[in-house]
């Protein structure tokens, strides 16, 4: 039946003429599949170093904290890794702020977790319950004030510091905005990554212009580059750049 | 945060409805409507995504083929102008959405940080 | 051809086309997930749930863009409408994986957080007024939502049910699906990535199934229908045996006029079961035979031979002046018509 040489008919036998093409049509569909795959999986651009440190182990630390503008601790009594002196930013567990920790501002704690590590950013993840995080015995003590740095301008990315400090690798970019918008809505702190080290430091905790967490319009600008305009200042060894939100510009 | 509350609700309201709507078709609406169908139960557990998705089409199809309203020669008239719309639609759209795409680029940027004002 | 609905209708073809298939997506998948780290080599690797986002959102676009090929490519070139035979397989194929793709996002972005996931998903980020920053899972979503209505409406009742005419409109979404799937990853994956070898993948696919889209639409396009009660065809040696001329007619309908055993026919142009083009078929056993999935109906009285009962309009020939001529007014469905008896 010539009619059907190369018509082909989906339940009847394939037709002698369309054989070849279709066996070459499988083949190079299942080829395509594989090359693009390789190709695919090897374009995926390596994430900054960074993670949970367990191999730290958990680190217990005591210090006085402080909600404003997020969660950090100014260690007094320091753990192996995280030395008396230094202020550290905390987070809870998932995209949240340390619980219970609303009734404990300005107040000296014990608190223990697990340390999330990029370069000179660290993060204390607490877990819940009063053994990762609970009043210390006496009164905090007093701190060094904080060390005025001017205004700046600076260049960079608008990150949640726990996604920032390999929570998720890669924790930043646009793939990671909604995510990113919602740590630091859960009050988990907000990290600036500047393009340059200033004074040494090249994550700086955030803060909006009253020295409050950042205004809700920042977030319309996190995970992309901007440009933005601010009050610099020390905490401890800790960088906070109060932004002025109108000053927010992608770039 | 409300308004995505709300399109929340009216989604689960509208599967719901979507539910309500397949026990009846899938019980006797099928077989009625479909001389294919009658007898045919062991497909029919597949038809449930469907009317949860588009169960006012469903109804209005229904409607139509039981009180005898089906134009036959419709049946026969394939969108065939859509071809040209899709066409276009994507050639259209795909060069610009890739233009915008390399216009917002971002090179990660160099800038060093500018001291505005010193502290006072 | 169901004479009873079951749920999946299998032939050795389509076990053939879904190994092709699975092996196909599984070869990428595989690799992308299971070799794609040590091939990486990070010293401080992607994490999992996002690397697996990845891999499925990748596959599922390249699926996609291979799916929407098949029908432009098959109207350039006959041979390979054997791929369009199975192609709802692939699309509810599709549809799982973007749904995947959709799933390791939603589990590991979305959860543990302080808003419920569902308004997190739509609301964590409302940056809608600008293009750096706008919120690309939404564009995501729609994609999502498409592929899953026509994966839900893929059965064959669907067709019959809602008519090809209704269910061809609603799988046109696929159209706007695929514009959205490529602003998702324009604005999503696209901006993250530092080299732009990723995002000139992704544009280079959209481009080639923009551009066969087009090549296919202008081949398409052709004469103007003909108006008035008879419409001349052609004259009757020009139709091979075996073979249909098709006629456009006033009201956008066509009629596909075979010649079998040296007598001539007029049915519908468009199938009963997905409008298939009839008359770019065969007639196999004196059945015309429809060139996308093989539904078959009698030359003079345009009905499925039985245990099955599409049918088909038919039209009316004559002779006039050496030329076929055929009545623009069809008739019902499965109506016989004497076929029409040309001198030699």
Same mark, same amino acid.
């Not at chain 3, 390979?80 to 994986?97: D, E, I, K, Q, S």
């Not at chain 3, 998702?184 to 551009?211: C, D, E, I, M, S």
């Given at each position: ?6 018509f082909f008919i ?34 995926q ?17 005591t210090?006085?904290l ?14 192996e ?21 609303a009734?404990l ?55 949640d510091g ?14 990671h ?28 905790l ?39 939100p ?6 | ?18 539910? *309500?709507?397949? *026990? ?5 609406g ?8 009658r ?11 469907? *009317? ?69 | ?32 997930v ?35 090929m ?9 041979r ?18 973007a749904?995947?793709?959709?799933l ?18 739509l ?49 046109y ?39 066969l ?9 052709g ?16 139709? +091979? ?11 956008? +309908? ?12 007029a ?30 109906y ?39 018509v004497?076929?029409? +008896?040309?001198?030699?």
């Open positions: 039946m010539r009619a059907r040489d190369e989906g339940f009847f036998p394939i037709p002698p003429g369309l054989r070849p093409f279709l066996a070459a049509i499988a083949a190079a569909l299942i080829l395509l599949f594989a090359v693009a795959g390789w190709f695919a999986a090897s374009t651009a390596a994430p900054d170093e960074a993670g949970f440190r367990f191999d730290f182990g958990r680190q217990e630390v210090g006085v402080s909600l404003h503008p997020y969660p950090v601790i100014r260690v007094t009594e320091g753990s890794r995280l030395a008396a002196g230094r202020t550290v930013m905390l987070s809870g567990g998932g995209k949240f702020a340390p619980p219970q920790v009734a501002d300005r107040r000296l704690v014990k608190a223990g977790g697990v340390i999330l590590r990029r370069g000179d950013l660290d993060m204390l993840q607490i877990g819940g319950g009063e053994r990762n995080l609970s009043a210390a015995e006496g009164d905090a003590p007093a701190l060094s004030p904080p060390e005025r740095l001017g205004r700046w301008r600076l260049e960079g990315e608008i990150c726990k996604c920032a400090a390999g929570a998720m690798r890669p924790g930043r970019g646009l793939s905005k909604a995510c990113a918008n919602l740590c630091i809505t859960g009050g988990v702190p907000a990290v600036f990554v500047s393009a340059a080290p200033i004074e040494g430091a090249t994550f700086l955030m803060a909006g212009p009253e020295g409050g967490p950042l205004p809700p319009e920042a977030l319309a600008f996190t995970a992309a580059y901007v440009s933005v305009e601010g009050e610099i200042e020390r905490i401890g060894d800790l960088l906070v750049f109060r932004i002025d109108a000053t927010l510009r992608a770039l | 945060m409300q308004t995505a509350a709300l399109l929340i609700d009216l989604a689960r309201l509208w599967l719901w409805a979507g539910a *309500v709507v397949s *026990v009846p078709f899938l019980l006797w099928v077989g009625r409507v479909e001389p294919n169908a007898g045919a139960w062991i497909f029919r557990p597949l038809l449930i995504p469907g *009317v949860l998705l588009i169960w006012p089409l469903v109804l209005w199809r229904w409607l139509v083929l039981e009180t005898g309203r089906d134009d036959w020669a419709k049946r026969h008239l394939p969108p065939r102008r859509a071809h040209g719309f899709a066409a276009l639609l994507l050639a259209v759209l795909i060069p610009l959405t890739i233009l915008a795409g390399l216009a917002i680029r971002q090179a990660p940027p160099s800038g060093a940080p500018v001291l505005l004002a010193a502290p006072e | 051809m169901s004479v009873s609905y079951i749920p999946v209708q299998w032939n050795g073809f389509k076990h053939r086309y879904n190994l092709a298939l699975a092996l196909a997506v599984g070869l990428y998948l595989w690799i992308f299971e070799l794609g780290p040590a091939l990486l080599g990070h010293a401080s690797p992607i994490t999992p749930p996002i690397h697996n986002a990845r891999a499925f959102g990748s596959c599922a676009f390249l699926m996609m863009s291979v799916i929407l098949i029908g432009p490519l098959a109207r350039l070139d006959g390979f409408l054997p791929l369009l035979y199975n192609r709802r397989h692939f699309g509810v194929m599709t549809a799982l994986v749904l995947s793709h959709f390791f996002v939603f589990n590991w972005y979305f959860v543990f957080t302080p808003l419920p996931s569902w308004e997190a998903l609301f964590s980020n409302t940056a809608y007024d600008r293009a750096l920053g706008f919120p690309f899972e939404a564009f995501g979503m729609f994609a999502l939502l498409a592929l899953l209505i026509l994966a839900a409406t893929s059965h064959d009742f669907w067709l019959s049910f809602l008519t090809p005419r209704i269910w061809k409109s609603l799988h979404l696929i159209y706007p699906a695929y514009a959205a799937v490529v602003a998702h990853v324009t604005l999503g994956a696209a901006q993250g990535v530092r080299g732009l070898a990723f995002p000139a993948l992704v544009w280079a696919l959209a481009l080639l199934v923009a551009g889209h087009l090549a296919a639409w202008r081949k398409e396009r004469a103007a229908a003909a108006m008035g009660e008879w419409v001349p065809v052609c004259r009757p040696e020009e139709i +091979e045996e075996g073979r249909a001329r098709v006629v456009r007619l006033a009201g956008g +309908e066509r009629a596909a006029v075979f010649r079998h055993e040296g007598r001539f026919s049915i519908s142009n468009a199938c009963a079961h997905q409008n298939g083009p009839l008359g770019e078929g065969r007639v196999v056993d004196g059945c015309v035979t429809c060139p996308w999935h093989g539904f078959q009698r030359v003079d009285d345009g009905c499925s031979p039985a245990p099955f009962t599409e049918k088909v309009p038919t039209y009316r020939l004559r002779l006039r002046a050496g030329l076929i001529e055929i009545d623009a007014r069809a008739n019902p469905p499965g109506t016989p004497q076929p029409l +008896e040309a001198p030699r």
